[in-house]
């Protein structure tokens, strides 16, 4: 099979899983969201190691799974995580005796702040509107709205490049991307959101949707980018070939981990 059939194959089958997820919310939102980001870890984790890092992966987990936890049903409080996650990474760094212990913690540390808190924003998204009430179910179209715009809007960018495709937009970082593929990967994004408003989002005001599909027009994008710097610096093309046609966990959730941080920050706080 071609990659891309591969690549067809894979989103028929886990599309409905994941938008299922996100419909029902719960524990079943929190245990993709938890499934991605632990991936995303062991994957980063692998990148890290291409640069003689060894991330703490026992400890990582559990300060992701805790970080999660702790979003989703608020069971302590967030600094009691971060120090003594931080105590206890310091302290088994010290018998590790494994190469650089700075260049293991701040591997370590990196892995989980970016992962591990981005990820807990995407359960701050789907639980925004309060459980057990009528309005749990607008989470549920936030989400998959914000899920249909990205891939929309990565379908855009990568058919809008190969196409059309004539100015590098970074290619330090990620050679084979344009202005042109980027330019369609945000109208199409933003225009995703703008249908969503008239579909599903109806409870969400148009200059709200307008400003949603623009934080992930571009801040998604730049999730891309970022991702795709970690994967240069460590001279790999994927984070993993674990999903068939679409490489890693890291590599299909990057602009997801990445959005959800700052579209929770302007609904909570500008909206």
């Known amino acids: 099979m071609t990659e891309n059939f591969k690549r067809v194959v894979v989103s028929i089958l886990a599309i409905p899983i994941i938008l299922a997820c996100a419909y029902f919310g719960g524990y079943y939102f929190f245990f993709f969201v938890m499934l991605i980001s632990l991936f995303s870890f062991y994957e980063f984790s692998m990148l890290a190691k291409n640069k003689s890092s060894f991330v703490n992966l ?7 799974i805790l970080l999660l936890l702790n979003q ?9 995580i971060i120090l003594l996650g931080s105590l206890l990474l310091l302290i088994i760094e010290l018998f590790r005796n494994k190469g650089s212990a700075i260049l293991n913690l701040g591997a370590t540390f990196l892995g989980i702040f ?29 989400i998959i709205s914000i899920l249909a715009s990205i891939w929309i809007g990565d379908s855009a960018a990568y058919f809008g490049g190969i196409n059309l495709g004539k100015h590098k937009l970074f290619p330090r970082v990620s050679p084979n991307k344009s202005w042109e593929g980027a330019i369609f990967g945000f109208i199409f994004t933003t225009g995703a959101m703008i249908l969503a408003k008239v579909i599903i989002l109806n409870f969400i005001s148009w200059q709200n949707v307008i400003i949603i599909g623009i934080i992930i027009g571009t801040i998604g ?5 970022v991702e795709s710097l970690l ?6 093309k994927d984070s993993s070939s674990i999903i068939p046609g679409h490489g890693g966990f890291f590599d299909r959730f990057d602009s997801l981990l990445f959005s959800a941080p700052a579209i ?3 609904l909570r706080y500008l909206s």
């Open 264 to 266: 929770w920050l302007y």
């Open 221 to 225: 994008q730049i999730g891309d980018l």
């Open 58 to 64: 026992p400890i990582g987990f559990i300060a992701i």
């Open 114 to 142: 970016y992962i591990g808190i981005f990820a807990a924003a995407l359960i701050s998204l789907r639980e925004f509107y309060p459980a057990n009430t009528d309005l749990y179910i607008n989470g549920a179209y936030l």
């Open 231 to 236: 994967k240069r610096d460590a001279a790999v």
């Open 72 to 80: 989703f049903r608020n069971f302590t409080n967030l600094e009691i």
